[in-house]
């Protein structure tokens, strides 16, 4: 509802325009998107590298598909999570900042399901590499539960328990 003749908003307890919400929204998606971005990078980096090292040769075809399939995740990733600076970029100035926040939040929640992808392919591709037994699937598994956990289920459920609707 608007309050006076100011144009503020008085919403979820905050009194900003609409304005002053998008400018909120795009600095705590910037900060965000910086953290996941510093992870991306390093990894993708990372990954690079390793169709030049002497070893990589010595893999079989599995690896070296799992190989490529991650390689291929992680420049997704990196595209969905560099994505919200070109959507600043390219309409900065043309007072639709409401509606580059709406779209750079969806490309930077796909960029998490993809670094989910990536690193859940990653840890396949050491961890088979790596171990010598048949239990490298578990540690895949548990891994994989926990980042479903902390990415996922707990934030979903914080929202439901601790949000009304209204």
Known sequence: MVSGDSGRRVDDGRDESEADRADRK??????EI???QTGVQILFGFL???AFTPLFHQLGDGEKGIYICTVVLGSLTTGALVAPVSFHRI???RHIKPTAVVWASRLTFIGLVLLFATMTSSLV???RVASHGGYWPWLVGGVVT???VCWF????WVRHRH????
């Open 125 to 127: 591709l050491v961890l």
């Open 163 to 166: 949000t009304t609707e209204g």
């Open 146 to 148: 926990w980042y479903l």
């Open 153 to 156: 289920v707990l934030p979903l």
């Open 34 to 36: 910086r953290v996941a």
């Open 48 to 50: 690079l590298t390793v």
């Open 91 to 93: 309409l900065s100035g």
């Open 26 to 31: 795009w600095g705590d998606l910037l900060q």
